[in-house]
Structure formats: C-alpha cells, structure tokens
C-alpha cells in the first residue's frame, strides 16, 4: 500500500500536519508514540500558545490527543529508521518493515546530543543506528551498542543471538547494573563508562571510552531520534537544523519538515503553525502530481 503522505514525528508539527492533510482527504500514516511529545508532556506550564493560556504541557497533549482521535487520526508506534527518495515515492525503513508514500513530512525535533568523535564519519562504514536492520552483517562478530534509551536494550538482545560478542554501553540512567534485573542477555558485557572515540581505518576497529578501549567490527548507536542526515541521505541541513524555504520544502521533491527540526525558536506555537504549511504544501504537490498524470494519460 502506498499513502499519500507519511508524517514522520507525534509532536505539535506532525499532529497539525496530520490534521490538515486529513481534512483534505489524503491518505496518510504518522508515526510517533503513544505520549505524542516527550518534550511537551514535561513542560510545567505553557503562557504562549494562542488560546490555551496558563496551561500544562500533559494538558495541552490531552487536547492534542482528543482532536485527533475525533478525526480518527491513529499514531503508528514504529520508529523510521531511514528515508530513501526512490523518484515517484519514498521509502521508510523501520527494522525490517518498508512502508511506501508518495510525501514525507520530517517532524522529528531536534537531537540535542552531539555526536561522538567518529560517529559521522563512519556511517555506513561500521557504524549504523538500527541493530534490527543491519544485525546479519555482523554474525560471529564484535559489536557495541552504545545506548541513549531503555528500548536499545532490546536491539543489544536481538544483536547478541547473532554476534559472537556484544558490548552495551548505556548512556541513560538505569535502575539496577545487575543484568539478571535489567533485560539484559547474561551474555552482553556491560561497560558503564562514557564513549569518546569510534577508531577505524577504512572501517570501524575501536571504541574508545574514558577508562578503556575495546576492539569491535562494528557500533551501533540508538538514540529517540536520528540526525537529518543519517535519516534522510542526501537532505540538505543547516548545524542540525533541515533546510527549508518558505513552503517547508526540503532539497528533496516531495519531502517536507516543520517544527524544531527546521530550526530555531523551539516553540510549539511555531511548530503547529509550519506543521499546517508542510501539508498544505505537501497537498498541492500531490495535486499536481494527479494531473501531470491525467495529462499524461
């Protein structure tokens, strides 16, 4: 099945984007999670969204989540891993799943974290973000997973079936080191000690940490959210920000981003509002599309 328009992010800029393309009868799936917005849920008090004035972040998320669930708006619980532009659609990886839609609109915040020495440069060259996807290159092999969230304990599970040896490298705060309590395989040797160098050649040899060094063939870091970059290959960007014109259009045909991830300020008013411009335009793109189709026919 193929949608109309994938929307990638739960927050105020994919909801608003959601609802906009909805009333416009366009075939769309969002992907987020059940709380909508992390970031919003943990705000004690909202004064600048128009018309909800003195008002928590859990409330106004409760509001957020009455208005779509009216519209019968659901919120798939599937983390993309990448967005590959195929020419007349765009493909979103989640583990080993492939959903199909002719428009993508990136809501997907901002990653805070910088990346560790190393990470970048060996994308692809031993280092990836999804352990599920990429697990059969490294049968019999070293592997480290440095984690940023409760959910990469899973991915080190799934990896230490496969690898001769996994490594977990928790960058969260945990309840309990012991592994009989946490989920952790007995097999995965956790290093509580922070990363601060991925060493390779041509392709990744070596983590470096604070107190040790280890030999791994390859890391795999798991964070909420990917960098523009690694998401979408080819999309332009700004620092960490993804670069859009007025329309929120992106350097990719049919690829369109709003809220935190285009940048500053990081404001849910700004984000709801670039939400509803992203579908808009992302609408007039389909329709365009259906034309040039009817035209040609």
Do not use: W
């Amino acid at each position: 099945m193929r949608y109309d328009m994938a929307i990638i992010g739960s927050g105020p800029a994919g909801l608003s984007a959601a609802i906009n393309a909805k009333i416009r009868n366009k075939n769309i799936i969002v992907f987020g999670n059940d709380n909508l917005s992390n970031k919003l849920v943990k705000a004690p008090s909202i004064e600048n969204y128009l018309g909800f004035y003195d008002i928590s972040g859990e409330d106004l998320r409760d509001k957020f989540k009455a208005h779509i669930e009216s519209m019968d708006i659901e919120i798939v619980d599937k983390k993309i891993n990448n967005v590959y532009a195929m020419g007349d659609y765009f493909a979103l990886m989640s583990g080993d799943e492939m959903f199909e839609a002719t428009t993508v609109i990136l809501a997907t915040g901002v990653e805070y974290g910088k990346p560790i020495k190393g990470e970048e440069e060996f994308l692809g060259k031993g280092v990836g973000y999804c352990a599920t996807c990429d697990a059969p290159l490294y049968r019999d092999k070293k592997v480290a997973i440095i984690g940023y969230n409760k959910e990469s304990e899973e991915e080190a599970n799934f990896l230490s079936e496969i690898a001769s040896k996994t490594y977990f490298i928790p960058m969260y705060k945990r309840e309990g080191l012991m592994r009989s309590s946490d989920g952790l395989d007995s097999s995965i040797e956790v290093i509580n000690d922070r990363p601060v160098q991925i060493h390779g050649e041509n392709l990744v040899n070596k983590v470096e940490l604070k107190q040790q060094e280890i030999d791994v063939d390859g890391v795999f870091v798991i964070k909420d959210s990917a960098s523009p970059k690694s998401l979408v290959p080819g999309i332009e960007t700004e620092g960490p920000h993804i670069k859009v014109d007025i329309n929120m259009n992106t350097s990719i045909n049919g690829c369109f981003a709003a809220g935190d991830c285009v940048g500053k300020p990081y404001s849910y008013i700004k984000s709801a509002g670039q939400g509803q411009i992203a579908a808009l335009n992302a609408v007039a793109y389909l329709d365009k599309l259906k034309i040039e189709q009817k035209k040609n026919n």
